[in-house]
């Protein structure tokens, strides 16, 4: 007798931001789901970004009108949603008259500031900039400035798949996607992990690949895609503050890009991006030495802090995975999302997601359960634009939560209250709920990292390796000391093998 596999609604591939938006949202509409990702989390283009909620200022130029209205209005859902992993951010833009008219610029910032719903978020000003206090050159003397928000990318997804857990998905991974194909009108789905093959069966499949999009559809579906995809890659460097305060710049550069300096994590500036084809492995993506040139160019022309490349502590990039609009310019290639809902012999049905912006993938989310409402009759409604992710539930204030985690846990320092604040708001009871001294948190990785922090994003959050938990949950990796990762690592493979003992027992 033939084997019978779970049926699940819908099984997504891809643990990026769109996968976790759409597995989250079909969970809580009542949709039994399975998601399955071949690395950790938001391990490509999610944690690769800019890091911004925004609505894209540069995108009014390309006319994408439909995006930034969209894009604006979810800036305070999102914030909302998770207020301690998304904050707002003023952005000052230096005034360059050779390049964009003020009158251009004015206009801009008028539609930016009334396009979308916005209460929260002020509106756009001009500055004027002394020339002693400014970071900037002297000879920049006024700019332009307007809100949008900074976000913890790769968190953002991890609470997203929080929450679809919590509804009652399965997610996992380290679990690849080898193939699928219909079979008496439902998906039979081939999984592997290191466990294994595995076989799980599904009425609707997800294909939300990011840059593998189109690749999956040939290769592991046979299916030809009915859209093409561009890759563009984007990259970022990491230096020392440029600058005190807590503003980002938004540079013009005189190819008419736009390249951002963002307040990173206290110590940093985040400058970027760039964009460029990419044709190779979007599993290997790095910094070119173009583009390290291109960005410390940008920086230096702005900027009084004069960089070179030796200042730089550390770098990554991404791929885009846009849908190709035949444009010849990369940067003015649409950055809006396209769903593909194609019916597989006649019943069965694949949704395939194209591009996307992190700021948009509740909407996108949203779309895709528009477009399968026919296969799912009883599927509850729209939910997700009041709901709280992980960590933002009974959160009245993040300095009151901070305060509160300073008076409960003795010797407690300063940097490390705040960064729980921010990465995990109202779940760090999950892990402090018995401790009252820093004594009791366990074994100290250094820079603020326990035992009592590892085990629960080992329990909770899917984190396997040092990397895991170093550049994508806590973003410590800037400041650890390669001994310190190794002492982690030979922990987490213990701990392993506790869970395992525990698991056989
Ligand atoms: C440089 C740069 C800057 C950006 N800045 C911003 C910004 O500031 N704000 C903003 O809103 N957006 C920004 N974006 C866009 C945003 O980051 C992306 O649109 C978004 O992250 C794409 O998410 P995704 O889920 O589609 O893809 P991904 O995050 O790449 O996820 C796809 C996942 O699918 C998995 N996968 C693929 N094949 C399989 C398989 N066979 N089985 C199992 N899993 C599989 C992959 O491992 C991957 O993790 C930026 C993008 C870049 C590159």
Redesign the pocket.
Known sequence: MQEQHPIYDMVV???????VGIACDAAGRGLSVLL????DL?????S???????GGLRYLEHKEFRLVREALAEREVLLSKAPHIIRPMRFIMPHEPHLRPAWLIRTGLFFYDHLGKREQLAGSNQVEFSSINSPLHAEITRGFEYSDCAVD?ARLVVLNAMQAKELGAKVLTR???LSAKTENGVWTVKLENSHGESVVRAKVLVN?????VAE?LQQ?LKQKSPYGVRL?Q???IIVPKLYDGDKAFIMQNDDQRIVFAIPYLQDYTLI??TDQEFQGDPNHVEITQHEIDYLLDVSNDHFKVQLTQDDIVASY?????LCDDESDNPSAVTRDYTLSLTQVEGAVALLS?F??????YRKLAESAMTLLKPYFEHMRGVWTAAAKLPGAEHLVSLDILKLNILEQIQNLDDNTAERWTHAYGSRVWDFLKNIHNVDELGQHFGCGLYAQEVDYLVEHEWARTSQDILKRRTKLYLKFEEESVQVLDKYLISLRERRLKKEVA
């Open positions: 591939i891809g643990g990026g931001i769109n996968g399955c990702e071949k690395d938001a391990s490509h283009t999610s690769a970004s800019s890091k911004l909620i925004h990318d679990t690849q996607c939300a690949a990011g840059p593998w999956f592991n563009i984007g990259s970022h970027g991006t990039s991404g791929v885009r995975p997601v591009g996307g912006k992190l700021t948009t």
